[in-house]
C-alpha cells in the first residue's frame, strides 16, 4: 500500500507542479526539483533512496528512446560535426579535465576516481536545456544541436565512467580503454541496428494496434539488454534503435498505430522526465547529511563543491568556442558551412543543465573511495547549480543576444506548401489509380477533400483577428458543436439498454477519432501568431503592388550577400522582384529580406526556394 501511495502522490506532484510551471511560464524542471526539496524536509514524507539500476536501466533507455523517435536524421546529419564535437569531444575533454580538479582538491581520492566523477559530471541533461529552448523561442539549429548531443553524450560518459572505475580496480591502460569505447559504439551501432530491423519486420507483418502499441514500448529494452549482454553501450543501441525506427515507420501501413504510439509516447515521456527532476529534489537532504558526516569536514566539503560547479561552468564555452569555429578554418569547411554569431556558441555554452543522471551515475561510485559522499554531493550540486544558475538565467540571455526562434508565419507557409505539394502528389496518383467504373461523384468527394485539406492551410496563414472567421476554421467550431450533440444523443440511446455495448462504443470511438482531428486543427490555428493574409488569386489583383510587380528570373545560386558579410547561416531566401536583390526570411538571424524593404521600400519580394512561386507584398501584408 505504501507504495501505491508513493506513486500516485509522485504523478500527482509532477502534474501539478507541470500545470503550474505552464500556467506561470516556468521552467517545469526547476519547479519540480524546488518541490522535491522542499518535500525532503517535510517530517511526513519518508526518505527517498534513487537506486542508480532504476535511473540507468529502467528510465533512461525509454527517454533515450522517445527523443530519439523525434529526431529528424536530416537534421542530425545536418549537424553532425557540432553534435560529435559537443557529444563525445566535450564530454572526453570535461571528464579529464575536471577529474584532475577533484584530484588537485582531494589529493586522498585516486586518479581514476577523481576522471569518474568528471565523467559523472560531463553530460548535459537536454530536458531542461530544451524545454526552456522551446519556451523562450531559441533557433531551431541550437535546439537540433542540444537535442543531438543529449542523445549521445550519455552513452560517452557512461562508457567513460565504467572505465573510470575498472580502473580503480586494478591497472588500466589507455590502450585497453580505447578498445572498449570502440567496442562500445560499434557494439552498441550494431545491436540498435539490429534491433531496430527486428522490430521493423514485425512492424510490417503485423497490424494489431495493441501489439504494435506494445512492441513499441519494450523497443528500448529490445535494443538495451542485448547491447550491455555483449559488454558494448545499450544506450548508444537505444538511440540507433530510435533513430531507425523513427525515420523508417512513417512509411509503413497502419496510421492508427503510429496515433497510439505517438499517444502512449507522450505519456510515458512527459512522467518520466517530470518525475526525475523530482526525484533530484528528493534526495538532497540524505546526501547533504551524508556529506556533513564525511572526515573532510563541512567548510572543505562545500568548497569543493563550489570548485567543482564552478569548473563545469567554466570548462563548456571554453570547448564550445574553439570546437564551432576552428573547424572552420578549412576553406572546405567554411564554404559549406559559413560561421555562426558568436551568440549561438555563447547560448550552447550556457545551455548545460545537468539531471538525473548525473546523479544517478554517481552513486554507482564504488562504496570504498575516500570521501565518497562529498563525490556525490558535488555531483548533487553540479545538477542543482546548474538547474538554477543556468536554467534562471537561460532565457534572460537568450532575449539580451537577441536571438529569435522560428517564425510561426514562416512555419504555417512552410506547412501551406507542402501540404499543396502532397495535394498535387495525391490527386496525380488518383487520376492513374482511378477507373472507367469509379463512379464520378466518389472521384469528386476525394478530389474537393484533399483541396479542403490544402485550402485550409493556407487559411491558417492569416492574421489573427481574421482567423476566426476562415471557413476550415467556422466549420471545425460548428461540427464541434455538431458532435456534442451527436455523442450526447449516443449516450441516451446507450441508457435505454437496446443497443449492444460493443456497437455504442464503435459509435463514439468514430466520434472521438473526429473530434481529436478537429481539436488538433483548431489548436493549431491557435499556435500561430499570424504573420500572413492569405488572398485568393482572383482577390489578390486588390494589392496593386502584387499586381504591378514585375517577374524575375530565380537566380542560379542564389545567395544573401548581407549574410555572407556577417557570417550568419540562412534559413530561406527570398528575391525582391523590384531590383533582384536576394535576402534571408524573418526566421534567418539577419532578417535581411524584411530589412531590405524597410530600407530601400520596394514592396513585393517572392520565394526562391523550389517548388515555391508564391509573393509577398509588405505593405497590403497579402500573399499571392
Known amino acids: 500500500m505504501d507504495v501505491a501511495v508513493g506513486l500516485l502522490a509522485l504523478v500527482v506532484v509532477v502534474c501539478a507542479v507541470s500545470a503550474l510551471g505552464r500556467r506561470l511560464k516556468v521552467s517545469v524542471p526547476l519547479l519540480l526539483v524546488l518541490a522535491g526539496v522542499a518535500g525532503s524536509y517535510l517530517p511526513f514524507i519518508p526518505p527517498v533512496v534513487l537506486i542508480p539500476e532504476i535511473?540507468?536501466?529502467?528510465?533512461?533507455?525509454?527517454?533515450?528512446?522517445?527523443?530519439?523517435?523525434?529526431?529528424?536524421?536530416?537534421?542530425?546529419?545536418?549537424?553532425?560535426?557540432?553534435?560529435?564535437?559537443?557529444?563525445?569531444?566535450?564530454?572526453?575533454?570535461?571528464?579529464?579535465?575536471?577529474?584532475?580538479?577533484?584530484?588537485?582538491?582531494?589529493?586522498?581520492?585516486?586518479?581514476?576516481?577523481?576522471?569518474?566523477?568528471?565523467?559523472?559530471?560531463?553530460?548535459?541533461?537536454?530536458?531542461?536545456?530544451?524545454?526552456?529552448?522551446?519556451?523562450?523561442?531559441?533557433?531551431?539549429?541550437?535546439?537540433?544541436?542540444?537535442?543531438?548531443?543529449?542523445?549521445?553524450?550519455?552513452?560517452?560518459?557512461?562508457?567513460?565512467?565504467?572505465?573510470?572505475?575498472?580502473?580503480?580496480?586494478?591497472?588500466?591502460?589507455?590502450?585497453?580503454?580505447?578498445?572498449?569505447?570502440?567496442?562500445?559504439?560499434?557494439?552498441?551501432?550494431?545491436?540498435?541496428?539490429?534491433?531496430?530491423?527486428?522490430?521493423?519486420?514485425?512492424?510490417?507483418?503485423?497490424?494489431?494496434?495493441?501489439?504494435?502499441?506494445?512492441?513499441?514500448?519494450?523497443?528500448?529494452?529490445?535494443?538495451?539488454?542485448?547491447?550491455?549482454?555483449?559488454?558494448?553501450?545499450?544506450?548508444?543501441?537505444?538511440?540507433?534503435?530510435?533513430?531507425?525506427?523513427?525515420?523508417?515507420?512513417?512509411?509503413?501501413?497502419?496510421?492508427?498505430?503510429?496515433?497510439?504510439?505517438?499517444?502512449?509516447?507522450?505519456?510515458?515521456?512527459?512522467?518520466?522526465?517530470?518525475?526525475?527532476?523530482?526525484?533530484?529534489?528528493?534526495?538532497?537532504?540524505?546526501?547533504?547529511?551524508?556529506?556533513?558526516?564525511?572526515?573532510?569536514?563541512?567548510?572543505?566539503?562545500?568548497?569543493?563543491?563550489?570548485?567543482?560547479?564552478?569548473?563545469?561552468?567554466?570548462?563548456?564555452?571554453?570547448?564550445?568556442?574553439?570546437?564551432?569555429?576552428?573547424?572552420?578554418?578549412?576553406?572546405?569547411?567554411?564554404?559549406?558551412?559559413?560561421?555562426p554569431g558568436w551568440q549561438v556558441p555563447a547560448v550552447v555554452s550556457w545551455a548545460g543543465m545537468r539531471g538525473v543522471v548525473t546523479l544517478a551515475a554517481a552513486l554507482v561510485l564504488p562504496q570504498d573511495i575516500p570521501h565518497r559522499q562529498v563525490l556525490v554531493l558535488a555531483a548533487l550540486v553540479v545538477v542543482g547549480g546548474t538547474l538554477v544558475l543556468q536554467g534562471f538565467s537561460l532565457p534572460w540571455l537568450v532575449r539580451r543576444l537577441g536571438l529569435h526562434g522560428p517564425d510561426p508565419g514562416q512555419d504555417a507557409l512552410t506547412q501551406a506548401s507542402m501540404l499543396q505539394q502532397t495535394m498535387a502528389a495525391g490527386l496525380d496518383r488518383l487520376r492513374t489509380a482511378a477507373v472507367p467504373e469509379d463512379p464520378p461523384e466518389v472521384l469528386a468527394m476525394l478530389q474537393r477533400r484533399t483541396q479542403e485539406r490544402s485550402l485550409a492551410a493556407w487559411e491558417r496563414l492569416g492574421r489573427p483577428e481574421t482567423e476566426i472567421r476562415t471557413p476550415s476554421r467556422r466549420y471545425a467550431q460548428l461540427r464541434v458543436a455538431m458532435l456534442d450533440a451527436e455523442r450526447a444523443k449516443v449516450l441516451e440511446l446507450r441508457g435505454t439498454g437496446a443497443y449492444p455495448a460493443e456497437v455504442v462504443d464503435e459509435v463514439l470511438e468514430r466520434l472521438d477519432v473526429e473530434e481529436s482531428m478537429l481539436d488538433a486543427a483548431m489548436d493549431d490555428c491557435g499556435t500561430r501568431h499570424g504573420a500572413f493574409l492569405v488572398v485568393p488569386q482572383e482577390v489578390a489583383a486588390g494589392c496593386g503592388h502584387l499586381g504591378q510587380a514585375p517577374d524575375r528570373p530565380v537566380p542560379v545560386d542564389p545567395q544573401c550577400l548581407d549574410c555572407l558579410t556577417e557570417g550568419t547561416t540562412p534559413v530561406h531566401l527570398r528575391l525582391c522582384l523590384e531590383c533582384g536583390n536576394v535576402g534571408c526570411c524573418d526566421s534567418s538571424p539577419g532578417l535581411h529580406a524584411a530589412r531590405h524593404y524597410s530600407t530601400s521600400g520596394h514592396a513585393v519580394m517572392r520565394s526562391v526556394e523550389p517548388g515555391e512561386s508564391w509573393r509577398w507584398c509588405y505593405v497590403d501584408e497579402v500573399l499571392g
Not at 201 to 209: E, H, L, S
Open 55 to 339: 535511473v540507468l536501466i529502467g528510465i533512461l533507455p525509454p527517454l533515450l528512446y522517445a527523443a530519439a523517435l523525434r529526431t529528424s536524421v536530416v537534421e542530425f546529419q545536418a549537424n553532425k560535426r557540432s553534435i560529435g564535437l559537443l557529444s563525445v569531444g566535450y564530454v572526453i575533454f570535461g571528464t579529464v579535465t575536471t577529474g584532475l580538479v577533484v584530484w588537485w582538491l582531494l589529493p586522498d581520492v585516486p586518479l581514476p576516481a577523481a576522471f569518474a566523477l568528471g565523467a559523472v559530471v560531463a553530460p548535459p541533461d537536454a530536458v531542461a536545456a530544451t524545454s526552456i529552448a522551446r519556451r523562450v523561442g531559441m533557433p531551431r539549429q541550437i535546439v537540433n544541436i542540444l537535442e543531438g548531443e543529449s542523445l549521445v553524450n550519455d552513452a560517452t560518459a557512461l562508457v567513460l565512467l565504467r572505465a573510470s572505475i575498472a580502473a580503480i580496480a586494478g591497472s588500466v591502460t589507455l590502450l585497453e580503454i580505447g578498445l572498449e569505447f570502440l567496442l562500445a559504439v560499434a557494439g552498441g551501432a550494431a545491436a540498435g541496428a539490429a534491433a531496430a530491423w527486428v522490430l521493423l519486420q514485425i512492424r510490417k507483418r503485423v497490424r494489431n494496434v495493441a501489439i504494435n502499441t506494445s512492441m513499441s514500448l519494450a523497443a528500448p529494452f529490445v535494443a538495451f539488454i542485448p547491447a550491455e549482454a555483449i559488454h558494448a553501450s545499450g544506450v548508444l543501441a537505444v538511440v540507433v534503435a530510435g533513430l531507425i525506427i523513427g525515420t523508417y515507420s512513417p512509411a509503413m501501413p497502419g496510421g492508427a498505430s503510429r496515433l497510439s504510439q505517438r499517444s502512449n509516447w507522450a505519456t510515458v515521456q512527459f512522467l518520466l522526465e517530470n518525475a526525475v527532476f523530482l526525484l533530484i529534489g528528493l534526495q538532497v537532504r540524505s546526501i547533504i547529511d551524508a556529506a556533513n558526516a564525511d572526515p573532510l569536514g563541512i567548510g572543505r566539503a562545500w568548497w569543493t563543491c563550489a570548485v567543482v560547479l564552478l569548473a563545469v561552468l567554466v570548462l563548456r564555452p571554453v570547448w564550445v568556442f574553439p570546437a564551432i569555429y576552428l573547424p572552420r578554418l578549412v576553406p572546405r569547411v567554411r564554404r559549406s558551412e559559413p560561421a
